[in-house]
């Protein structure tokens, strides 16, 4: 699982509320991400971090914020649920000086 | 804009058959591409990964076939196994700009006896 832990593993939550996610790991890798997954789009990229307070958008990224203060940590945030951020969500590493990424678990989120 | 094209949805193979899944891009400056594997409740996880300047490459029952005049790539299993039943997923990415991989859509793949 290349030291990567997501929480929390699932959520319910309801529209209007603000929702962190944490991805923790454990090797000190500079490339971190976040992906939602849905059903017939397959993984798409939300931001993306490639080092302490250096983030960048990715191909899905209104309606979401994310931080890192610290290598081992990055935040997203959904600053007010909407039932369309219903998804998995998972985060990833980059295996520097690879290209390899690896996942996290996931977080199922429900936003009712 | 899909990106990377994937298909099939879904795919039934027999026990010992040939499992093919096949990908297009559009991006010329993706040069680099990987398959995922993923299982129910799991996170997706590399499966094999080829870069341009090699037209195959091959592990274990698992072959990328990749066609760069034509922007395709595919993914063979050969002698199929049930343990192989999962969602396969092919990406791309570039050079540079944080490396973001643009995934397929995913395909089904289940493995009868």
């Known amino acids: 699982d290349a030291g990567i832990t997501q929480s929390p593993r699932h959520k319910v939550t309801e529209t209007g509320t603000p929702v962190t996610l944490r991805c923790h790991q454990t090797?000190?890798?500079?490339?971190m991400y976040w992906y939602r997954q849905d059903p017939g789009h397959g993984l798409r990229l939300i931001h993306y971090s490639y080092g302490v307070k250096d983030t960048d958008k990715g191909e899905v990224s209104d309606g979401y914020s994310v931080s890192r203060s610290k290598t081992e940590d990055f935040l997203l945030t959904l600053e007010s649920a909407t039932s369309s951020q219903t998804s998995v969500y998972f985060c990833?590493?980059?295996?520097?000086?690879?290209?390899?990424?690896?996942f996290g678990p996931g977080t199922r989120l429900l936003v009712l | 804009q899909q990106q990377v094209k994937q298909s099939p949805q879904s795919l039934i193979v027999q026990k010992g058959g040939i499992s093919i899944i096949n990908c297009a891009y559009e991006n010329t400056a993706f040069d680099y591409f990987p398959w995922y594997q993923q299982f129910p409740g799991k996170g997706p996880a590399l499966l094999i990964a080829?870069?341009?300047?090699?037209s195959e490459k091959k592990e274990g029952r698992f072959t990328i076939s990749f066609n760069k005049s034509a922007k395709q790539f595919s993914l063979h299993i050969m002698d199929s196994q049930p343990g192989d039943s999962a969602t396969y997923f092919c990406a791309a990415s570039a050079a540079g700009g944080g490396n973001k991989l643009t995934f397929g859509t995913g395909t089904q793949l289940k493995v009868e006896l």
């Open positions: 090797e000190n890798h500079r490339y």
């Open positions: 990833a590493i980059r295996a520097d000086p690879q290209e390899t990424q690896y």
């Open positions: 080829i870069r341009p300047d090699v």
